[in-house]
């Protein structure tokens, strides 16, 4: 009000001095003019008058008035920046993004994440929040030098499950210390940095040094004690099952959050059998012509065994009355179970070992004319001991040690010189290549000789669920489709009750722990490399599917059997008075409705531009289905055009020519370890085999040689800078294929059109152009698109943020290849960067 009103009276200052001096002047004029006229100046007065009451008269409203004035004051002056508000009231509008059943547990701000270790300007800043599923960090800084990250619609970006974290170690710079945090441990001191090591090889680290030291102490703490829970049912499954029950309308990502156990949501869920039902067991069986085999449902309620499922598949000679008699001697329980069935009338069997000596020789006679019984040719039984053969369940966990040491080791360039003696002597390679070597010999017994093969393992439910699958994948192509390959998860390591909490270690406790999962996928990408064209999915899919092991959302992977499932999840029901009517048990999220991970975009990286489909059988829920039915000389002519594996894109062993006769003599010293009668038969199997073209719908054999079995470099070095290779790796050659698959089948979509329609090729609608199933896409003919900048090695992950080394661009060799005259050290190239 001061201010309007000295304004006013400025200007009514101004305006009646310039009246008042205009008639002084006016006087002026008059007297020079030797006299004035007297009504002129009494008109002058009286409007000098009036003028000045309506300006004091205004000046006055204007005081009392409620309206504010129109400013008249104008500034010559650039306009200067407000200064910055303090960063406090943005980070509290930083919140994460929620499931249902997920709560905030502690929070903390201005807290800088680490992107590199040997500078800090690319940081991130952001809060660190705790949440009973995940760890979040929430920024608004964009992350530094990255045009393209893999999206996962349950986990952010910076992101990490709590069932994801191996180690927390807190670290306080100005004492010295660190510590290695556990569920109920005390934090002496105040922590100023946090590194997160985790169970897929990423390392994430955090800076509190402007953040509350209490602050950072409580979320730390937070960070240990949920990512180490004490029971089952505090796992975040079931708090996320249990909001559909209490709010069934609760939706995430447009999906029930229940998911029906795995078969409601997904382009491929709804075609994936769990194999809960009598019905799914039935339906493989016709599939693969096992007619003299039958569903039973001895074990119903889990009356017999814990660790098999409700229903499975046994000889039909075998009554219901001879389980029951036989299950006691068996460890677990574990009967017999049949996995699959050749075209031959073979079958491949499993079971545990038996634990009486006494009896062991009887019951071993009894099974083994079943399972004769059960064959077209009444062939003999070839009996697999697994124990005796493979490698255990420790060693195999010891050799993972040392991979995983190997490569998140820091810092990276100090193993580089000895890297390849180091990955031999962890062994992990040999137990790949140990695993398919067995696993291609019992494909011999099966297909050449036509005999039945049970795999016989103490338990029966670790390294049996490895070769079953194996065998599986090698002689029927259906495994090799992505419905097909989730189907046979389900069935010999779901079903059948491999023990997933123990193995994953998801509580943190199990002295068990063993990556057998990872392995077979691990073989399963060495078959996929050396026969692309043969399989449906890709590598990123094959990763994927191993990182979702360690979401704890899913009921895939969380449990030991189907029977802990039930159980565990119905007393989580009655403590929370969820009525579950007929349902048996909780019914979790599935890992197969990929549609609450992924969007479909994104699933289309799931698929690979090589595959050579076939009108493979597909199973269904009801309705015919069709009987399985090789082909013998259905060869593919794509092969000896395009080498078994392709890195950097770039044609480089003479070995890797499509005729397969060319590694026989490789294979043979592998494969001819045998003392037995069946040496020769499988010498000439083998060389037989490797003498003709693939037939990418028959049986696939895998290359052993030294050269051959691979390290899966995107899995195991997706979070390595130094490792990464930009435009380089398959994915440059994925990326050509899939941009010529698509223009192949973006000509078929307009040649369809100018058949029905009559309009030229060109002129191809946007709904037909979205039919694609290729991730990259052609823009249309003749497309020369160039690799896009943002792949790598990596994708579709990126190591930016998740493992905090240091930023180098190259290793020494690529320095050196780049022009660098003389050899130097990594700590000078780095500094050079």
Not at 404 to 418: A, D, I, S
Not at 500 to 528: G, T
Not at 787 to 815: A, D, H, M, Q, Y
Request: aromatic share 10%; proline share 6%; glycine share 6%.
């Amino acid at each position: 009000m001061e201010g309007g009103r000295g304004l006013v009276q400025g200007a009514g200052r101004r305006g009646p001095g310039r009246r008042c001096r205009r008639l002084r002047g006016a006087k002026r004029v008059t007297g020079a003019g030797g006299g004035a006229d007297p009504s002129q100046q009494r008109r002058l007065r009286a409007r000098c008058g009036e003028e000045s009451g309506q300006i004091a008269a205004a000046a006055a409203g204007a005081m009392f008035s409620f309206k504010p004035p129109k400013a008249t004051f104008r500034s010559y002056l650039p306009p200067q920046p407000e200064e910055k508000i303090t960063p406090e009231p943005r980070l509290k509008k930083l919140e994460p993004v929620l499931l249902p059943g997920e709560i905030v547990v502690n929070e903390v701000n201005f807290v800088r994440k680490c992107i590199a270790t040997d500078t800090n300007q690319d940081d991130l800043w952001g809060k660190l929040i705790c949440s009973n599923f995940k760890i979040s960090f929430v920024t608004d800084d964009p992350m530094p030098l990255q045009k393209f990250h893999y999206k996962n619609l349950l986990l952010g970006e910076h992101d990490v499950a709590l069932t994801c974290i191996e180690q927390i170690v807190t670290v306080n710079d100005t004492k010295r210390k660190q510590k290695v945090l556990g569920p109920n441990q005390k934090l002496k001191f105040n922590p100023t940095e946090l590194i997160i090591y985790c169970k897929d090889f990423r390392i994430v680290r955090f800076r509190f040094d402007e953040a509350g030291p209490e602050s950072a102490k409580k979320v730390c703490l937070a960070i240990a004690h949920y990512s180490q829970p004490a029971d089952l049912q505090l796992l975040f499954a079931f708090e996320y099952v249990g909001k559909k029950y209490h709010n069934p309308a609760k939706k995430v990502n447009g999906i029930d959050p229940g998911g029906g156990g795995g078969g409601s949501s997904g382009s491929s869920s709804q075609q994936t059998p769990l194999f809960e039902t009598y019905s799914d067991w039935d339906r493989e069986m016709k599939r693969t012509g096992a007619s003299e085999w039958r569903v039973c449902s001895v074990n119903e309620g889990y009356m017999i065994s814990t660790c098999l499922p409700e229903y499975f598949v046994v000889p039909s000679s075998l009554a219901d009355q001879d389980l029951k008699l036989f299950s006691p001697h068996f460890t677990g329980r574990r009967m017999p179970m049949w996995c699959w069935n050749h075209s031959n009338g073979s079958a491949l069997v499993r079971m545990a070992s038996i634990k009486e000596p006494l009896q062991q020789r009887k019951i071993d006679q009894r099974i083994c004319n079943a399972i004769t019984r059960s064959h077209p040719q009444r062939s003999d039984v070839y009996k697999s001991d697994l124990d005796k053969s493979l490698p255990n369940i420790q060693d195999i966990q010891a050799a993972f040690l040392k991979l995983k040491q190997l490569c998140v080791n820091e810092p990276f360039e100090e193993t580089e010189e000895k890297w390849l003696s180091s990955l031999e002597n962890s062994h992990w390679l040999e137990y790949v290549r140990l695993l398919l070597k067995h696993s291609a010999e019992l494909v011999y017994m099966l297909d050449s000789k036509h005999v039945s093969v049970v795999l016989q393992e103490e338990e029966g439910r670790d390294l049996s669920c490895c070769v079953a699958s194996l065998v599986q994948v090698m002689l029927d192509p259906f495994f090799r489709t992505i419905t097909g390959f989730q189907s046979l998860i389900q069935k010999e390591w779901v079903m059948a009750g491999y023990p997933f909490l123990d193995r994953c270690n998801h509580l943190k406790k199990s002295d068990k722990e063993s990556p057998l999962f990872l392995l077979f996928l691990d073989c399963a990408w060495q078959l996929l490399q050396q026969y692309p064209s043969a399989f449906e999915f890709s590598e990123a899919y094959l990763t994927i599917l191993y990182d979702s092991t360690r979401i704890s959302l899913f009921g895939t992977f969380l449990f030991n059997s189907p029977h802990q499932r039930v159980k565990q999840s119905t007393e989580f029901a009655i403590s929370r008075n969820i009525q579950l009517g007929d349902e048996k048990g909780l019914k979790f999220p599935s890992v197969w409705d990929w549609s609450l991970q992924h969007t479909a975009r994104d699933r289309m990286l799931f698929h690979s531009p090589l595959y050579i489909g076939k009108s493979a059988p597909c199973v269904h829920r009801g309705g015919m289905v069709k009987s399985f039915k090789r082909s013998k000389k259905n060869y593919s002519s794509t092969l000896r055009g395009l080498p078994p594996s392709l890195k950097n894109g770039i044609i480089s062993e003479p070995d890797f020519l499509p005729r397969r006769n060319s590694l026989i003599l490789k294979l043979k010293p592998d494969f001819l370890q045998h003392t037995d009668h069946h040496a020769n038969g499988m010498e000439q199997y083998f060389r037989e085999w490797f003498s003709k073209p693939v037939d990418l719908h028959g049986v696939l054999l895998p290359r052993l040689s030294g050269t051959q079995i691979k390290l899966w470099k995107l899995c195991y070095f997706r979070w390595v800078p130094e490792a990464q290779i930009n435009r380089g790796g398959f994915i440059t050659a994925f990326h050509k294929i899939s941009l010529l698959a698509d223009e192949v089948e973006w000509l078929h979509r307009s040649l369809r059109q100018q058949h029905h329609h009559g309009s030229p090729p060109s002129l191809v609608n946007a709904s037909e152009l979205e039919q694609s199933r290729m991730y990259f896409r052609a823009s249309g003919l003749k497309d020369t698109s160039a690799t896009p900048e943002f792949l790598s090695s990596s994708f579709p992950f990126s190591p930016v943020g998740n493992l905090c080394r240091r930023s180098i661009l190259g290793t020494p060799l690529s320095k050196f290849l780049s022009g660098a005259k003389i050899w130097l050290s990594t700590e000078t190239l780095a500094n050079e960067d």
